[in-house]
Each structure stands twice: as C-alpha cells, then as structure tokens.
C-alpha cells in the first residue's frame, strides 16, 4: 500500500514537470490517459475481419477501433519515439478486447529491423504486447527478428506492399520455435491496413505449427 501511495506521487511528479496533452486536439493536459473525453468519444469502434494467409488458412483480425481521428495522432507519435503512445494503445486493447484473452497462449509482437528500434530507441508493437502481458498473465518473449530493414509500408503502394516485406522475418533460435508449438499465439501491432506484413509474419509462424494464430491491434484502417 506504502508502495502504491508513493508511486502515484512520483507519477503525478512526473506530469507535473512533463505534462501529456491530450493526442487529438493537443489542448487539454490529460496526464497518461492520453486523450480528453470528447476526443476519447470520437474513436469509432470496429468490427473484426480475417487475413489470408494462405488460400486454405485465414487469421482472425482484432482491432479496438478504426484508424481515424486522434488514433491517427497516437499511432504517428511512434516516429517521435513518443513511448506513452505506445502504452496508451496497449490500453486500448486490454480495454476493448479483454474477453479474448482466454483464446491465447503466447504473444508475438510484428518485430523492428534493430538500426530502426535503435533510432526510436523502442518497438511500438513489443511495448504494448509487453503491457498487456503483464494484464492478462501471458507470455511475451522475443520469438523472432525482423532481418530485413524494409521500408516504411506508407511509403510503398499497396500492390507492392507485401512484396516489401516478403522473407523479412527469421527466428531467434530453433528453442524458440519449439516453444509455440500447438500454441495459440496472438500477433500484436499498432495499425493493420493491407496486412501484408501480419501474412509474412504468419507464414513463419505457421512453420511451428501452432494450434492458433490470430491478430491484435489497436486500430484497423477501413478505408482502402
């Protein structure tokens, strides 16, 4: 409790000196929520939809809302290695799809190539999938690399997207591998929008031969 009480002081410490404005409209300080309450009511909530993975395999897709409005903000603040965004959208997810957690076994967070993490100084997808590792008591461990340092999917046309990421991806070690097998493992990101880079991804995954893939993320772009 004694514990509690003063690590509330230091964060409330720490807002004071580095204060967190609200994501959307950049006027109200929010603290680590992130978001003021009008901008929090404007995120659109979605529905999930599937990935193919193979002509035979499809993956469920779960987003906590659509890639619109403030989301928008939140998700580009990783360029600014902004790493309380990161944690905000874990939140999001352990907020909105907290009923899923019984379908998991292992999370897989979608990897950076190491000179990118390094100039960031952090991996979006591992920081959030560390969070809700800690909420939902599920394993989170480093699985696989991104050897490729692939371009910016923005900045690819959606026709050359997964070609851009084809064979980015190897595993950390043979054990590694072993370990999620007849697993249900949960890949988690930031943003899905063509899921180019969750089918390379899966595609090496598959080769452990897990029980179950699906997807996380804390926002879907409706708008292709």
Same mark, same amino acid.
């Given at each position: 409790? #004694?514990?509690k009480? #003063?690590?509330? #002081?230091?964060?409330?410490? !720490?807002?004071?000196?580095?204060p967190i404005?609200?994501? /959307? ?8 929520k /992130?978001?003021?309450l ?6 659109q909530?979605v ?11 499809? #993956?469920?897709v ?5 890639y619109? /409005?403030?989301?928008?903000d939140? !998700?580009?603040?990783k360029?600014?290695?902004d !790493?309380?965004?990161a944690?905000l ?14 379908q998991?076994d ?7 190539h190491?000179?990118?993490q ?8 591992q920081?959030?999938a ?5 909420r939902?008591?599920i ?14 999917q923005?900045?690819v046309?959606? !026709? ?6 084809e064979?980015a ?7 590694a ?8 493992i949960?890949i ?10 969750v089918?390379?991804? /899966?595609?090496?995954?598959?080769q452990?031969?897990?029980e179950s893939?699906?997807v996380m993320v804390?926002?879907?772009a409706?708008?292709?």
């Open positions: 409790m #004694i514990f009480k #003063i690590l509330s #002081i230091f964060r409330t410490i !720490i807002e004071l000196l580095y404005y609200c994501y /959307g409209c950049r006027y109200e300080w929010v603290g680590e /992130g978001l003021c009008q901008c929090e009511q404007s995120l909530p529905v999930s939809t599937i990935c193919q993975l193979t002509e035979t395999k499809k #993956i469920p779960f987003a906590a809302y659509a619109r /409005g403030p989301l928008c939140i !998700i580009r603040a360029k600014r290695s !790493i309380c965004a944690r959208l874990g939140r999001m997810i352990d907020e909105v799809l907290y009923e899923l957690r019984g998991i292992y999370f897989v967070s979608v990897p950076l190491q000179t990118r390094a100039e960031r100084g952090f991996n979006q997808a920081v959030m560390e969070l809700l590792s800690e939902w008591k394993p989170c461990e480093e699985i696989v690399l991104r050897k490729k340092n692939t371009k910016y923005a900045s046309s959606a !026709i050359n997207r997964q070609k851009n990421v064979d991806f190897e595993w950390v070690d043979d054990e591998k072993k370990r999620l097998f007849k697993k249900r949960c988690v990101d930031d943003l899905f929008t063509t899921g180019s880079t089918r390379s991804l /899966g595609h090496l995954l598959m452990a031969r897990p893939i699906m804390a926002a879907r409706i708008d292709l």
